[in-house]
């Protein structure tokens, strides 16, 4: 699901807000933890020593005051999301006879890889397939996943892949098959 991008308010509301009532201006401002406290304290302040609650409401119209909007870099960081996956289908053969298994063994860890939703697979409709950036495909991600990442593909998130450990390979003279492990960066 997409989340809401965060809107920018206005600093001037906000201190007129917190002057009607203390508070108001931080919870307009998306801060209600502060917007509370400001509103407890000057209240308590009121009902004991008037001047102290006039200072505290001073204090709290200052605060939604200084406080400024988000920046665009910082409001975008919060549709940033990540999670690890494992690459499957990485000991058949691509399309073209290339193998998967020497396309791995020639990565590195951290580096960028390309998720593509392949609509045309006969396996699943769901299939995100992950490739090098010179276009040579190293397998998929599980089904589990992919449905997963296709529906936020289609709902506009992009999604970037890093390689993050290439697993198996030579062992006591012997060889395994390699795989690998993702970070996967969802963005919108």
Not at 49 to 64: D, M, N, Q, R, T
Not at 115 to 133: C, E, G, I, P, T
Request: hydrophobic letters at 45%; one cysteine or more.
């Amino acid at each position: 699901m997409r989340r809401a991008q965060a809107k920018a308010f206005s600093p001037s509301v906000g201190a007129f807000l917190s002057l009607l009532i203390p508070g108001l201006g931080q919870m307009y401002q998306r801060r209600p933890f502060f917007g509370l406290f400001w509103l407890a304290i000057t209240a308590v302040a009121y009902t004991h020593v008037i001047v102290a609650g006039l200072v505290l409401h001073l204090l709290c119209v200052i605060s939604a005051a200084m406080t400024r909007p988000k920046t665009p870099a910082a409001s975008s960081a919060q549709n940033v999301h990540q999670f690890y996956s494992k690459v499957v289908g990485v000991t058949f053969k691509n399309d073209d006879g290339s193998d998967r298994q020497a396309i791995i063994r020639k990565c590195k860890v951290g580096e960028q890889l390309t998720l593509w939703w392949d609509q045309k697979n006969k396996f699943s409709s769901h299939a995100v397939a992950v490739f090098r950036q010179n276009g040579k495909q190293l397998g998929h991600l599980p089904d589990s996943t992919a449905a997963g990442v296709v529906l936020e593909m289609e709902a506009g998130w992009k999604h970037v892949a890093y390689a993050h450990e290439i697993t198996g390979g030579e062992r006591n003279k012997g060889k395994r098959s390699v795989g690998m492990n993702l970070i996967v960066i969802r963005y919108s």
